[in-house]
Structure formats: C-alpha cells, structure tokens
C-alpha cells in the first residue's frame, strides 16, 4: 500500500521505541493504525499485536455499545468515606444525555468515569446496505456539531473502498465546511468556559459570534450545521462569486470581534485564574491514552491530520499547526483560539483560489484492500478515522473510531484531585461529545 | 477591564432579532430549516422517484409528514417549496401532516401581549446527536435573548414549567424521561422539539431506538425540523405559553 503520509509497517507491533500513539483498531481486530510522532506519518499494522495498556485504551474507545458503561483509566478508589454519585444523565451542566460517575469523600473529586453509551442509536449498524449517498444522511448525523469532519472522512473512505474519483471542487467544498465548523466549535467551546467562569458579557460576545458562525454556515450551504453540504451539486450551496464575496466579509466581521474579544477574555484575571493549571493533562498520558486534537496540541505534541490531508486543498495550502506545552484548560483555550485564527486564514486562501479549483476529477487514495477504505480526518475536537466497506455501490460495514471516544480518558484524569468547582473548566475545555461517542 | 467588555458590546451594537414581531428572514431560517410543501406539482403528481428517495418516507400519494421530514431537501429540486414561515414547523402531531402537502390551518406569529407570565424551560436529552440541544440553547444568546420574552432556561425540572425534550429516546432515557417529567410541578408543558423526538426521524428504524417521547410523557405542541431554526422552536415556546395563559389544553 502506497499513500502519502502512511507508512506499512510487517504485522505484529510496530518498530522503534519513540513516541507513537494507538489512533484506530478495527473492530475485527484485523488491522491497526498508530501515529508516528517522531517521523509524523500513520502506520499501519495489519494482524497488530496490542500490549496491555493499549488493550485498556480499545476497551475505552468501545465502551458503552450494548448500553451506559464508564470510561476507566485505572483501578478504582475505595476506602473509608468514599462515596460515589452519579452526575446525569439528565443534567444541564452536561447538556446531553451523559453522565459521570464521581467517587468523592467531599469536597475535592477522587475519581471521576464518564458514563457513556445512553445516547446509542446503532447508526453504523443501520446503514449497511445503504448506498453511500444515503448513509452519508445517517452518518451527518451521528453529532451535529461535527458533522461535516464526519462526512467528509466517511465520505473519503467510502470513495476509496469503491475506487471512486472526486470532482476537485467537492474537495474545496469539504474543506471549507470543515473549516467553518471548526470556527463554530471553537468559539462554542470559549463561550461554555466564559459562562463557567461567570463572565457573562464575554460568553454573550462569544455566543454571538458562534452564532453568527452558524448563520454563515446557512448561508453557504443552506443548513446551519451542514446536514447535506456535502452532496454534489446540493441544491442549498451558495457558492457563486457574490456568495463568496458575502461570506469573505461575513468572516472578516468575525474575525475582527474575535480579536478583540480575545484580548479581552485572556487578559482577565478571574477567567484566567480558573482556567490556569486546571484539568493538566500531560504529555505522557496524552499519548499513552490516545489523546487527539487541540487535547494533544494543547499538551505538547504537534499532530495535526490536516497535515496529512492528501486532498487538494489542504495539500496546496499553508496548514498552521498550534501547540502549547502546559497542557491545561487555558492551554487548550490558547490552541482553540489560535486554530480560529488558522480556520479564517485557511478559508481566505481557500476562497482566494476558488475559481482556479479546477472542474477536473482527484483520484481516491489508495483502498487498503479491495472494496475497504479508511480514511482520517481531523475535525473540532481531533483526528477521526472512518473504516468503510463499500461493495456493488452498497455500503457492507462502517467503523469508526472519533475524537470523543479518545479524549474521554483524559477527561477522566484531568478531574482526579480536583474540587468540584474545576468540573465544568476541565470538562468543557476537551470539547468532547456523547452523541459523538454513543454514535 | 468591565469598561473594555462594554466597550465592545456597543461597538458590535443591537445584534436581538424583531422576531416574533416581524416574520423571520432567510438569516434565521435558511431553506433547510422549513418545512418542505407542495408547489406547483401536486403530491399525486411528483415522479415516484421523488418519494423513494425520501429517506423517511415523509411524502406519500396524499401527504407530506413534516414530523417525518428531516429537511434533507432531497425533494425540492423535484417541484416540492420550502415554506415561508417558522410558524410552519409546528403543530400537533396530527397537524404536522400536510394534506396534499398544504399546512392545514394557519397558526401565525404570536403577538407578544398574549404571553402569560415568565416561564421556566427545562431541557432533557434522550438522544440527539447535539444539534437540536444546540439550537434549543442558542435562544439564549444575544441573536434571540429569550429574556426579553420573559423566558429562562432553569437548572431542575422542580421549577420548570416547559419540558423541551430532544433527541430520540434510548432504552436508557426512558426512565430518566418520565422521571423528569414527574419532578415538574403543575401546571406544565411538553415540547418536543426535532424529528427524532416527534418520530424517531432519521432514527426512527435505528436499533437503540426504545419508544416514541409521546408514548412516554404527554407531548403538547411538536416543533418539526432537522434541527428546527431557533426562531422556530421560540415560536413554539410563545405558543405554550399563550395556551398556558388560558389554561389547559384542550
Ligand atoms: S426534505 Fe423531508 S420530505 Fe423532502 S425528501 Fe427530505 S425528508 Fe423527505
Ligand atoms: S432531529 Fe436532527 S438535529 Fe435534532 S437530534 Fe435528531 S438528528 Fe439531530
């Protein structure tokens, strides 16, 4: 197998001993894939052998399939006045049907679990036997806020298994949905902080302007969350000139108040001394427990898939890759911001060439065996991988595994020890998703 | 470090939208979020293609199930028109079946003096994929500021008069459903807002899907959409709290 940025390595585990991270396994156990971080390429390992900490990894990222189960990352605590309470999964500091299981003598957090799996619908069961275009409707669908990273890396893997071209201006397309919703999801994720931390003008501000993210969302592509952007020829893209040109000053606006808004929000005491040293994830466990996106960036280490990308767009243009050392929620807040400022920068080169995406046809990357594609991606809250069996235009199996699913771990660990009122900074600032998760 | 907040505020200036007092643009309400209804070509008359490739079925020979519809517009291009208004999205479940694609009676834009006293929302998830929590959220940013309408989002259901329920129910929201229900005090409202939560939706065949929010608690008013706009599901808590002001439902 021959593909940019993807290295085969001979089954078993893979060589060397420098830092690398587990990233898929498929569900067969078949097949894996670990990010290289010394040489900053994908291995992949077919009939992989897994330690024991990698297995304990697997089991988080399936958790929760057959019904609510937790997300472990160790022995459980016991001990004299050690209680456990359940946090949901009806709860609006969660705002979705989840929860976490807190083990506590009081005052500060002992341990916490998140309680996955109450949102499982059964999606990647549902489409087999679907065509591709019909259960790209299923798979939008598996969390709204990520939808476009979803179809895209889906679409990209389902492209591959059916040996399929793209028309170039689709991958334009893809890229910018993907874009503008990562500005969504980044501006959403500083305003949850924002109103933790009782700064409501600032959270007002930056609600709007996730807002106004959204509006621009629905005025490109007729959805505010994307549902259907991706569909060739869609009849809701607004994609002529004119449109362009209303978009460019749409984000122009935004990126402005963003700016100022920024400076304002990070030169805040209060807010700063919130999020300042609360919820550190270190390198360490970011990387043995598969952490991704701006959780990963946020603790060192510069793994960025869009890097990788080797569609058109991304290929062509200038990808900037933030990383912060700290590894704490104001971390992760200074990653967040400084992708908005890359989102906008990538769009504007995006819509700069436009008119020069050619109308010609991409040849999918290579299948990893007939009828088979996998494809990554990297969306909001980190690198997805879609694992997708196409054949006679019928969808046979999808598997995937998300963002959410590998950073509940360190949500989980960057909760032990703290006080209750650290939850909501250390929570919100992952960006992690249960019907993301649940799927 | 206040004055800067301020300052900004009012450089940006009145972003809150006239809705309801004026019908809501293509800005709060693209095409994908109205209801898709008959144009000029009659249901009986739309190429049956039309309806196979309705990944709910929503359009049959004689109607249109909004509360079927996820919006996917896959039927527009074929002669279907997206309605106008916001008002379209809702109804009772039986009102959001549109004989030969028509909105069975007009439920128009409330005028505000109608609106009983402040009303307390609760939200409960049973299992969205986000989205309609999302746009159920966003009323409180400054673009909707449901404040001004006497609304607010509350932390328990023992002081909420409107249950907002989204996403389609899981075997293991079930319980935590009816029990959210029961913890509200009298009188109170159900809104179901979504496809998923009005009939599964795209779910409706999935197979974590355990029942329908209506066989679990009493639903008043649907808000259809995939997921509705905000100024939609707005509208459907001004019509809650209209029927409220007078009463029970009938
Ligand atoms: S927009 Fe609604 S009615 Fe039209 S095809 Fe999609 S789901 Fe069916
Ligand atoms: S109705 Fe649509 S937007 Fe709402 S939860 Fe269901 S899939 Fe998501």
Redesign the interface.
């Known amino acids: 197998m021959s593909r940019p940025g993807w290295t085969e390595v001979a089954a078993g585990r893979p060589p060397g001993s420098g830092a690398r991270s587990l990233a898929y396994v498929s569900p067969e156990g078949d097949l894996a894939l670990w990010n290289d971080h010394e040489e900053h390429r994908t291995l992949l390992v077919r009939r992989p052998e897994l330690s024991a900490e990698e297995r304990a990894v697997l089991g988080n990222w399936r958790a929760g399939r057959s019904?609510?189960a937790v997300v472990s990352v160790g022995e459980q605590v016991h001990g004299y006045g050690v209680f456990t309470f359940p946090y949901g999964?009806?709860a609006?500091?969660v705002?979705?049907?989840g929860g976490f299981e807190v083990r506590t003598y009081g005052e500060r957090i002992l341990e916490i679990e998140p309680s996955v799996?109450?949102?499982?619908?059964?999606?990647e069961?549902?489409v087999v036997g679907k065509t591709v275009e019909?259960a790209a409707?299923?798979i939008e669908?598996?969390?709204?806020?990520f939808?476009l990273s979803h179809a895209a890396a889906f679409r990209f893997a389902a492209e591959s298994a059916a040996g399929r071209p793209v028309a170039e201006r689709e991958l334009g397309v893809r890229a910018l949905g993907q874009e503008l919703q990562r500005i969504y999801n980044h501006l959403?994720v500083l305003a949850r902080l924002a109103e933790a931390a009782s700064?409501n003008?600032?959270a007002?501000?930056l609600?709007?302007l996730?807002?106004s993210a959204?509006?621009a969302l629905?005025?490109t592509f007729?959805?505010?969350?994307g549902?259907?952007a991706l569909v060739p020829g869609?009849?809701?893209r607004r994609l002529d000139a004119p449109d362009r040109t209303d978009l460019e000053a749409r984000l122009r606006r935004l990126g402005s108040?963003f700016e100022?808004?920024g400076e304002?929000l990070l030169?805040?005491?209060t807010f700063l001394d919130r999020i300042q040293s609360t919820g550190t994830v270190s390198t360490e466990d970011a990387l043995r427990w598969g952490a991704v996106g701006p959780t990963l960036r946020a603790s060192s280490v510069a793994w960025d898939d869009r890097l990788r990308d080797p569609t058109i767009p991304y290929r062509e243009m200038f990808v900037p890759v933030v990383t912060e050392r700290a590894g704490d929620a104001l971390a992760r807040v200074l990653v967040r911001r400084e992708e908005v400022r890359g989102s906008l920068l990538l769009i504007e080169q995006l819509l700069d060439r436009w008119p020069r995406l050619g109308g010609g046809e991409a040849a999918p990357v290579e299948a990893i065996e007939p009828g088979r594609g996998i494809a990554r991606g990297e969306g909001p809250s980190g690198d997805l991988v879609y694992d997708v069996r196409v054949s006679e235009g019928r969808i046979r199996s999808v598997a995937s595994r998300t963002p959410s699913q590998a950073n509940w771990p360190l949500v989980a660990l960057s909760l032990r020890g703290a006080v209750f009122t650290d939850f909501a900074f250390s929570f919100e600032s992952f960006g992690a998703?249960?019907?993301?998760t649940d799927g | 470090?206040?004055k800067?907040?301020?300052g900004?505020?009012a450089?940006?200036g009145i972003?809150t939208t006239e809705f309801p007092r004026r019908p809501a643009d293509?800005?709060e309400l693209?095409?994908?979020?109205r209801a898709p209804g008959a144009g000029p070509v009659a249901l009986a008359s739309l190429p049956p293609e039309v309806r196979a490739a309705c990944?709910t079925g929503a359009i049959s020979l004689t109607e249109i199930d909004q509360g079927k519809c996820?919006?996917?517009?896959r039927c527009?291009?074929a002669g279907l028109v997206p309605a106008p208004d916001a008002s379209a999205n809702l109804g009772s479940r039986a009102g959001l079946r549109w004989p030969d694609g028509r909105p069975p009676g007009g439920t128009g834009p409330a005028p505000l003096a109608e609106l009983g006293p402040s009303l307390h929302v609760?939200?409960?998830?049973?299992?969205?994929?986000?989205?309609?929590?999302?746009?159920v959220?966003?009323l409180?940013?400054?673009?909707y500021d449901l404040h001004r309408l006497g609304m607010f989002?509350?932390?328990?259901?023992r002081h909420a008069d409107v249950l907002v329920v989204v996403?389609?129910p899981?075997?293991?929201?079930v319980e935590?459903?009816r029990?959210?229900f029961e913890a509200m005090p009298a009188p109170k409202a159900v809104l179901a807002v979504g496809a998923c939560a009005i009939d599964g939706?795209?779910?409706a065949?999935?197979?974590?899907?355990a029942a329908a929010v209506g066989e679990i608690v009493p639903v008043d008013l649907y808000v259809a959409g995939?997921?509705p706009?905000p100024v939609a599901i707005l509208e459907g808590i001004l019509a809650l709290g209209r029927r409220r002001s007078r009463g029970p439902a009938p």
């Open positions: 019904g609510p999964p009806v609006m500091g705002a979705e049907a799996g109450h949102k499982r619908r059964g999606i069961e549902q019909d409707l299923w669908r598996r969390a709204g806020p939808a959403h700064q003008v600032g007002a501000q609600n709007a996730a807002e959204l509006r629905g005025a007729g959805h505010r969350w549902f259907g869609a009849p809701g108040e100022a808004l304002t030169g805040s005491r998703s249960f019907a993301e | 470090m206040v800067s907040w301020l900004q505020a450089a940006i972003l293509p800005e693209p095409a994908a979020a990944p996820v919006r996917c517009a527009l291009p609760f939200l409960v998830d049973v299992g969205s994929c986000q989205g309609c929590n999302l746009e959220m966003g409180a940013n400054p673009y989002f509350t932390n328990s259901p996403g389609v899981t075997a293991a929201m935590p459903l029990r959210t939706g795209i779910f065949e999935a197979p974590g899907r995939c997921p706009a």
